[in-house]
C-alpha cells in the first residue's frame, strides 16, 4: 500500500492517478487553503508552531481562518471525493508538523507558489528559502523523510529571478539527502519541462517536474517517461448536449471569434487551462453550426453569427468538460459552483502526466 501526503493538494490529481492505475493507496495528510489568506506576524507564527498537540495547533489555524468568512472550497472538493481523517487535512502548510509523519509517508507529492529567494549571494539551498512556501514545502519534506517525491511548478520558475529561483530549488531539494531527477533531452541537457500533450492530453500544458528518491533507499532506475503520439482531440472531451447558459452573446461571440491572442475556437489542442479562462472570454471555446442546435432555450439566450463562413453559436467549456481535459474521470464529485471549479480544475495537474510518472517510479521499486 502507498501511503500518501500532499500539499497544495488541490483536487487531488495524485489521488486520481493513483485510482487510475489501481494502487492500493492510504491518504495520510493533505493541505490547501482554498486560496484564503490570513495575516499573522510572525509572533503569532511561532505561538502557533509551538502548540504541540496538533489538533490543539490546527483547530486553532482554523478558527483564524474562520474569521475571514470565506469558505474553503478546495476542502470541500477534496473530501466529496477522498477519504480522510478531519485531523490529516490542513488549512496552512506553515503549520503541517512534518515530524509527526516521519515514517509514514512513502509518496509526496505538490508544487509550490514561484517566489523569489533572497540568496544574498550564497549558494542558494534550503536555508535560502526561508519566508517563502517553497521552504515550507522543502521543510516538511526534511521532517517526515517520504520515501519519494513528486515537485510540480510553473515553467516560469526556470527564468524567474533571472534563473536563481530555479537553482535554488534544485540545491534546496539535494541537501534534504534526497537523490534528484529531472528530465534530459537527448543531448543529456537539462529539460524539465513535460507537457500533456506529448502524454496523450490534447492540452498545452507546459510543467516543469522535480522527482526525488530518498538516497538510502535509491537504486538509480529512475527514467522519466518517453513522450506518446497524440491520438485524441479536443472534440472527444466534449458533451452532446449542453446547458443553455453557456453559450455566449453578442459581446463574447465577437471577441472571442476577434481576439485569437485572448480566445481560441474549436481548435483540436486546448490552450493551458488557466483559473480564470471562462471569464472575460478568455481561453478555449466552441463553435456549434446552427443546424445542430435542436434547443429552443440555447437560441433565446445564444448569439447567432459566422465563424470562418458558417452560422452558428459559440459556447464556453462546461467545469465537466475542464475536468476531462485535465484527466479527471466523470465519477468525480462536483459540489462547489462553475466558478470554483474553473479555477481548482485550471490549477490542477494533468492526470495523464502524473500517470506516466508514478509507473516509472513503481518500476524502480523504491515504493515498497
Given at each position: 500500500?502507498?501511503?500518501?501526503g500532499?500539499?497544495?493538494?488541490g483536487?487531488g490529481?495524485?489521488?486520481?492517478?493513483?485510482?487510475?492505475?489501481?494502487l492500493n493507496?492510504?491518504?495520510?495528510?493533505?493541505?490547501?487553503?482554498?486560496?484564503?489568506?490570513?495575516?499573522?506576524?510572525?509572533?503569532?507564527?511561532d505561538?502557533?508552531n509551538n502548540?504541540?498537540?496538533?489538533?490543539e495547533?490546527?483547530n486553532?489555524v482554523?478558527?483564524?481562518y474562520?474569521?475571514?468568512k470565506k469558505?474553503?472550497f478546495?476542502?470541500k472538493?477534496?473530501?466529496?471525493?477522498?477519504?480522510?481523517?478531519d485531523?490529516?487535512?490542513?488549512?496552512?502548510?506553515?503549520?503541517?508538523?512534518?515530524?509527526?509523519y516521519?515514517?509514514?509517508?512513502?509518496?509526496?507529492?505538490?508544487?509550490s507558489?514561484?517566489?523569489?529567494f533572497?540568496?544574498?549571494?550564497?549558494?542558494?539551498?534550503?536555508?535560502?528559502?526561508?519566508?517563502t512556501?517553497f521552504?515550507e514545502?522543502?521543510?516538511?519534506?526534511?521532517?517526515?523523510?517520504?520515501?519519494?517525491?513528486i515537485?510540480e511548478?510553473?515553467?516560469?520558475?526556470?527564468?524567474h529571478?533571472?534563473?536563481?529561483t530555479?537553482e535554488t530549488v534544485?540545491?534546496?531539494f539535494?541537501?534534504?539527502?534526497?537523490?534528484?531527477?529531472?528530465?534530459?533531452?537527448?543531448?543529456?541537457?537539462?529539460?524539465?519541462?513535460?507537457?500533456?500533450?506529448?502524454?496523450?492530453?490534447?492540452q498545452?500544458?507546459?510543467?516543469?517536474?522535480?522527482?526525488?528518491?530518498?538516497?538510502?533507499?535509491?537504486?538509480?532506475?529512475?527514467?522519466?517517461?518517453?513522450?506518446?503520439?497524440?491520438?485524441?482531440?479536443?472534440?472527444?472531451?466534449?458533451?452532446?448536449?449542453?446547458?443553455?447558459k453557456y453559450?455566449?452573446?453578442?459581446?463574447?461571440?465577437?471577441?472571442v471569434?476577434?481576439?485569437?491572442?485572448?480566445?481560441?475556437?474549436?481548435c483540436n489542442?486546448?490552450?493551458?487551462?488557466?483559473?480564470?479562462?471562462?471569464?472575460?472570454w478568455?481561453?478555449?471555446?466552441?463553435?456549434?453550426?446552427?443546424?445542430?442546435?435542436?434547443?429552443?432555450?440555447?437560441l433565446?439566450?445564444?448569439?447567432?453569427g459566422?465563424?470562418?463562413?458558417?452560422?452558428?453559436v459559440?459556447?464556453?467549456?462546461?467545469?465537466r468538460?475542464?475536468l476531462?481535459?485535465m484527466g479527471?474521470p466523470?465519477s468525480?464529485?462536483?459540489?462547489v459552483?462553475?466558478?470554483?471549479?474553473?479555477?481548482q480544475?485550471?490549477n490542477?495537474?494533468?492526470?495523464?502526466?502524473l500517470?506516466?510518472?508514478v509507473k516509472e517510479?513503481?518500476k524502480?521499486?523504491?515504493?515498497?
Amino acid at each position: 500500500m502507498i501511503r500518501l501526503g500532499t500539499l497544495f493538494s488541490g483536487i487531488g490529481a495524485i489521488e486520481q492517478t493513483l485510482f487510475k492505475l489501481n494502487l492500493n493507496h492510504k491518504i495520510i495528510f493533505a493541505c490547501d487553503n482554498g486560496e484564503r489568506h490570513i495575516s499573522i506576524n510572525e509572533k503569532e507564527i511561532d505561538y502557533i508552531n509551538n502548540v504541540k498537540d496538533i489538533v490543539e495547533r490546527e483547530n486553532y489555524v482554523k478558527s483564524l481562518y474562520a474569521k475571514t468568512k470565506k469558505e474553503n472550497f478546495m476542502e470541500k472538493s477534496y473530501k466529496a471525493n477522498y477519504q480522510i481523517n478531519d485531523k490529516d487535512f490542513y488549512q496552512d502548510i506553515r503549520f503541517v508538523d512534518g515530524e509527526f509523519y516521519k515514517g509514514q509517508v512513502d509518496l509526496l507529492v505538490g508544487g509550490s507558489p514561484c517566489q523569489s529567494f533572497s540568496v544574498n549571494g550564497k549558494r542558494g539551498g534550503f536555508a535560502d528559502t526561508r519566508g517563502t512556501l517553497f521552504y515550507e514545502y522543502a521543510r516538511i519534506i526534511k521532517e517526515s523523510q517520504p520515501k519519494c517525491f513528486i515537485f510540480e511548478n510553473v515553467k516560469g520558475m526556470l527564468t524567474h529571478d533571472n534563473g536563481r529561483t530555479w537553482e535554488t530549488v534544485k540545491n534546496a531539494f539535494s541537501e534534504l539527502n534526497y537523490n534528484i531527477y529531472i528530465n534530459k533531452d537527448r543531448n543529456g541537457k537539462e529539460s524539465p519541462v513535460l507537457n500533456s500533450m506529448d502524454f496523450g492530453m490534447p492540452q498545452n500544458r507546459p510543467r516543469i517536474y522535480i522527482i526525488g528518491i530518498r538516497r538510502d533507499i535509491d537504486n538509480n532506475l529512475f527514467q522519466f517517461p518517453a513522450p506518446i503520439k497524440l491520438k485524441l482531440k479536443v472534440s472527444d472531451f466534449l458533451d452532446e448536449s449542453t446547458d443553455p447558459k453557456y453559450y455566449l452573446g453578442k459581446k463574447g461571440f465577437e471577441f472571442v471569434t476577434t481576439h485569437s491572442s485572448r480566445a481560441q475556437v474549436n481548435c483540436n489542442i486546448m490552450r493551458c487551462q488557466k483559473a480564470n479562462q471562462q471569464f472575460n472570454w478568455n481561453g478555449d471555446f466552441i463553435f456549434e453550426p446552427l443546424k445542430k442546435i435542436t434547443n429552443q432555450k440555447i437560441l433565446k439566450k445564444a448569439y447567432i453569427g459566422t465563424f470562418n463562413n458558417e452560422i452558428g453559436v459559440i459556447r464556453k467549456f462546461t467545469p465537466r468538460e475542464c475536468l476531462r481535459l485535465m484527466g479527471f474521470p466523470d465519477s468525480f464529485k462536483i459540489v462547489v459552483n462553475d466558478t470554483m471549479m474553473y479555477r481548482q480544475a485550471g490549477n490542477s495537474i494533468v492526470i495523464n502526466v502524473l500517470e506516466k510518472i508514478v509507473k516509472e517510479i513503481i518500476k524502480t521499486g523504491v515504493l515498497k
